[in-house]
């Protein structure tokens, strides 16, 4: 079964400063779908990017991109110029061929002014 | 533009009283349904899934249950709740599509969007 891991339960940074929260994956599909969800205080859950697997080419979507490293199985989510609304919850996920979403248990993230 | 609601958004209930939370999607068909379950400073657990109107996968033993009684309609329900069972209540959906052609041809989905949730307190 796939496994996915984010070992940084709670992480914090400066306002405007760059952070890294890591995610590694287990699996043995070839095919599959990663993500990177934000649940903020509201507890709304948020895609904030996704990545296929089969593209080499790291996603980036304004402040957010990842390093996928597809042979590590790791998927970290680099967030630039921190901004005091990043303040969340945020769950890396894993989708293969089962089409079920398999979530990490989250990194806390603390955004400071 | 798609957009996905659930109620009651937080609720209250006695040990031993039933439960019905419903979530239902607007502006798509057809879609995959999901129920989350999120217990206090824990990541999602998912507990049932539909592909379509009547049709549930539970992914855990327990004394909840599901249907699917529209398209766009998904119900959690239980006859008689437990303290275990508080906590955050997350629907999802996704659009699924085919890919391949005649033999090979397959359905899949990809990201899911979430619901505001419902948080249930057993007391």
């Known amino acids: 079964a796939q496994t996915v891991t984010q070992s940084q339960p709670e992480m914090s940074v400066q306002e405007a400063e760059t952070v890294t929260l890591s995610c590694t994956y287990d699996?043995?599909?070839?095919?599959?779908?990663l993500f990177w969800y934000k649940q903020p205080p509201s507890r709304q859950m948020i895609l904030v990017i996704r990545?296929?697997?089969?593209?080499?080419q790291n996603a980036t979507e304004n402040r957010f991109s990842v390093n996928f490293q597809k042979a590590a199985k790791s998927f970290s989510l680099k967030i630039s110029d921190s901004q005091l609304g990043d303040t969340a919850m945020y769950f890396c996920?894993?989708?293969?061929?089962?089409?079920?979403?398999?979530f990490g248990k989250g990194t806390k993230l603390t955004v400071n002014p | 533009s798609q957009t996905i609601h659930q109620w009651p958004a937080t609720l209250v209930q006695p040990v031993g009283s039933p439960l019905s939370l419903e979530c239902t999607v607007e502006?798509?068909?057809?879609?995959?349904l999901y129920w989350y379950r999120q217990a206090a400073g824990r990541g999602l657990q998912l507990l049932f899934y539909?592909?379509?109107?009547?049709?549930i996968s539970s992914e855990v033993p327990q004394n909840l249950s599901a249907s699917r009684p529209q398209d766009r309609q998904f119900i959690l329900s239980s006859k008689k709740l437990l303290l275990s069972d508080s906590g955050f209540y997350l629907c999802?959906?996704?659009?699924?599509?085919?890919?391949?052609?005649?033999?090979?041809?397959?359905?899949?989905?990809?990201?899911?969007?979430f619901g505001p949730g419902t948080r249930l307190t057993v007391t």
């Open positions: 999802a959906w996704s659009v699924p599509y085919w890919t391949g052609s005649g033999l090979a041809r397959s359905k899949t989905d990809h990201e899911q969007y």
């Open positions: 699996t043995s599909e070839s095919n599959y779908y």
């Open positions: 990545q296929e697997a089969y593209k080499q």
């Open positions: 996920a894993y989708q293969g061929g089962s089409e079920k979403l398999v």
């Open positions: 502006g798509t068909s057809n879609p995959n």
């Open positions: 539909s592909v379509g109107i009547g049709q």
